[in-house]
């Protein structure tokens, strides 16, 4: 599944295909996807708009068009292909965007849990539904080791769940949470309300770091998880426990351990986490 790196790849590696750019033409394969509206007055709504940006709050795609803004969830194995002309339908492909200049922006997902939402402007984006209560990212002001503090005296939950939750960390998924509390050498089952405040400081930073690390190498590609365009990112070169059962620590040789919390598989060092 696509996490915050993944889908900053996306964005930027979309982003210089579309910006600028006017949708002519769209057609909705699957009408569920769209969350806000039938199909017929997505398709209507979207003609004639021009492309202005395409940003990123989290795991969401924010694209602001003149009259509206949609909002793109990629959810499981979503990506947005490119073709320079028009190409027929592809196998799980569900919804097309056509480009005044012959582009065709596609959104394939096999898994089909994609989901589009269109607002009209004039919006206020953090009161949109898909983006109300989300937590901070790292590079927000207000992130800081007294903001998770706050955010975790009251939670009794593993910090493994607490950290996959947005309200909190914005755009943590299963893959960089482990990283995290490997860096930060905090056990995925201690008790959110339990970790100080100075290893909470270390928690912060490791966030930080993880991810912007991740952001410039492209994200991570693993499994059947490739970005846009095909481009694979380089960060699984650089993961300590992720995926690695049974590989001998990078830090100390002990042989990473794999258990589940919550129903996610965590990998984890026992020697480097306690
Ligand atoms: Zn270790």
């Not at 930060?184 to 966030?207: D, F, M, N, Q, Y």
């Not at 998880?225 to 960060?235: M, P, V």
């Not at 059962?245 to 990998?267: A, D, F, L, V, W």
Request: charged share 25%; with cysteine; hydrophobic share 35%.
């Amino acid at each position: 599944m696509p996490e915050l790196p993944e889908v900053e790849t996306v964005r930027r590696s979309l982003e210089p295909f579309i910006k600028g750019e006017t949708i002519s033409h769209v057609q909705v394969f699957l009408p569920r996807m769209i969350r806000t509206h039938d199909a017929e007055t997505f398709e209507r709504g979207l003609a004639q708009q021009t492309i202005r940006a395409l940003s990123r709050r989290g795991k969401h795609l924010i694209w602001d068009l003149d009259d509206w803004v949609m909002i793109s969830h990629l959810r499981m194995e979503g990506k947005f292909l490119i073709a320079e002309e028009n190409v027929p339908k592809m196998t799980h492909e569900h919804v097309r965007i056509q480009l005044t200049r012959g582009r065709h922006v596609i959104y394939h997902d096999v898994r089909t849990f994609g989901t589009f939402d269109l607002y009209q402007k004039p919006v206020t984006l953090k009161t949109l539904p898909p983006l109300k209560g989300l937590g901070l990212e790292p590079w927000d002001d207000g992130f800081s080791a007294a903001y998770l503090n706050a955010k975790m005296h009251a939670r009794q939950a593993p910090i493994k769940s607490v950290l996959l939750d947005q309200s909190i960390i914005l755009g943590l998924g299963n893959i960089y949470a482990d990283e995290v509390l490997f860096c930060a050498g905090i056990h995925p089952r201690t008790k959110a309300h339990k970790i100080s405040l100075k290893r909470l400081e270390r928690l912060a930073e490791c966030v930080k770091t993880i991810l912007t690390r991740a952001v410039e190498l492209g994200g991570t590609t693993i499994r059947t998880y490739e970005n846009t365009l095909g481009i694979d990112g380089l960060f699984q070169n650089e993961l300590y426990v992720h995926t690695l059962e049974n590989e001998p620590c990078r830090i100390c040789q002990t042989p990473i351990r794999r258990i589940k919390i919550g129903g996610r598989s965590t990998y984890y060092c026992k020697s480097c986490q306690h």
